[in-house]
């Protein structure tokens, strides 16, 4: 029943979007139209969604959590049908919808996020990121992404490394097998954190393979 609920929300949430594009096309407007179509985070524990074969459920660091489809649509300027395999991120959409409009990135501000019309256009092929990073709500639980590896820190247990190339489940913890990419991975993690503000917000801490949180 839960599960039949869900699918019955998807399909209208399916619907909603569909008007939306129906009304920008009546409106004439379509072509010059950039529409970024993406979810927050993966599907939570409890609702009947799943992110098999994926590990982890929102407000995890796991790929259940942080990996969700992410699609542009653009007619006039977007190529149809066109696939990147390069992780990008939800920072991302503010940059590109400010070249989109033509307008300057504001000053003195450092971004996470890129431009991402050179490689949907097509007129770049190298990655858009060398490395992303995560971080929870009150600095509890960390993940950085570089290439096919991927560090996980979850409080205060020993880092997690994993190849999303060969598991994308995360099944497989080589930390113990690859001591220099952890040691790389988590000098980035660190460094990058140094350059956040604190979390405003108190964390949960997540026990991720049952899903259970605490306060």
């Known amino acids: ?22 009304a920008i096309g009546n409106a004439g407007v379509a072509e010059n139209t950039l529409i970024f179509f993406l979810s927050d985070n993966g599907g939570p524990a ?8 994926l590990r982890g459920t929102k407000r995890t660091l796991y790929e259940g959590g942080i990996r969700v489809p992410f699609v542009i649509n653009w007619p006039g300027r977007a190529p149809q049908g066109r696939t990147l395999t390069d992780p990008v991120i939800s920072l991302d959409i503010f940059p590109t919808a400010l070249a989109a409009a033509g307008a ?23 990655p858009p990121h060398g490395a992303l990073f995560w971080r929870t709500f009150g ?31 995360e099944a497989h913890d080589l930390s113990s097998k690859d001591p220099k990419t952890v040691a790389r991975l ?3 993690l660190k460094k990058w954190n140094s350059e956040l503000m604190k ?17």
């Open 199 to 215: 979390p405003l917000w108190p964390d949960h801490i997540f026990d991720a393979p049952s899903g259970k949180t605490s306060h």
């Open 1 to 22: 029943k839960k599960r039949r609920a869900y699918a019955a929300m998807v399909s209208a949430m399916d619907d909603a979007v569909g008007k939306v594009v129906q």
């Open 104 to 126: 300057p990135l504001p000053k003195g501000v450092k971004l996470d996020g890129v431009n991402l019309l050179p490689y949907v256009e097509g007129r770049s092929t190298t």
């Open 186 to 188: 988590d000098a980035a």
């Open 139 to 169: 600095g509890a639980n960390f993940a950085v992404r570089e290439g096919r590896y991927k560090l996980v820190r979850n409080a205060k247990n020993a880092p997690e490394l994993y190849d999303l190339d060969s598991d994308i489940g």
């Open 46 to 53: 409890g609702n009947a969604s799943t992110n098999r074969p």
